[in-house]
Each structure stands twice: as structure tokens, then as C-alpha cells.
């Protein structure tokens, strides 16, 4: 089963930018991937997708301050967060749409003043 493996979190200050890096184990190139966050205390969430054409779509909570990409030819799907809220603080997860990967450790992100 396909394994994630998640980097680049860290704190920042509202405003602040991160990007997220996700490696899967085996190719993405004709699959529906997907960041997640889950907040101490909340429930794990959506935040983007990104389909084997390139369509993307994002969650109202943060549709124009985050952007996700990949680069198949490095199994490596990517989430540039900009104008960081407090609000994002969590961890970030990524997986297929369906989330039938296995969930890897996340990445913690902290917007902190």
C-alpha cells in the first residue's frame, strides 16, 4: 500500500507562508490527491485537491491563500500557504481523495504570534 511522507511544516507568524511537501512511495501521475489538516481537538479535514488533469479545488477556509501542485516525475505533491491564519494551525496530511493510502505522521504547521 502506497506510503506518504510529509515536510516542511514549522511556526510562523499570521501572514507567514510555508510550503508543504508530500513524497508518495509508488507514482501519482493518474491520481486525485489531497492535503488534510486536523486541528487539536477537530475532526481530520479537506483542504485541497488536485486531479490527475490538474484541476484543483480548495476549501472556502483557505481558497486563495493556498495552492497546490505536484511533479509526478518525483511522486511529490506540494501546498504553497500563504497569508497564514491562526486558524491553520494543525496538522497537515496528505493521501489520495479517497484517503485509502496509508496516512503518514503529518506535518505540524503553527501560526503563532
Known amino acids: 500500500q502506497v506510503q506518504f511522507v510529509e515536510s516542511g511544516g514549522g511556526q510562523v507568524q499570521p501572514g507567514g507562508s510555508l510550503k508543504l511537501s508530500c513524497v508518495a512511495s509508488?507514482?501519482?501521475?493518474?491520481?486525485?490527491m489531497a492535503w488534510y489538516r486536523q486541528a487539536p481537538g477537530n475532526q481530520r479535514e479537506w483542504v485541497a485537491t488536485?486531479?490527475?488533469?490538474?484541476?484543483?479545488m480548495y476549501a472556502t477556509s483557505v481558497k486563495g491563500r493556498f495552492t497546490i501542485s505536484k511533479d509526478n516525475a518525483k511522486n511529490t505533491v506540494y501546498l504553497q500557504m500563504n497569508s497564514l491564519k491562526a486558524e491553520d494551525t494543525a496538522v497537515y496530511y496528505c493521501?489520495?481523495?479517497?484517503?485509502?493510502?496509508?496516512w503518514g505522521q503529518g506535518t505540524q504547521v503553527t501560526v503563532s504570534s
Open positions: 493521501n489520495y481523495f479517497n484517503g485509502l493510502g496509508n
Open positions: 488536485i486531479a490527475w488533469g490538474d484541476d484543483k
Open positions: 509508488r507514482g501519482i501521475d493518474f491520481k486525485q
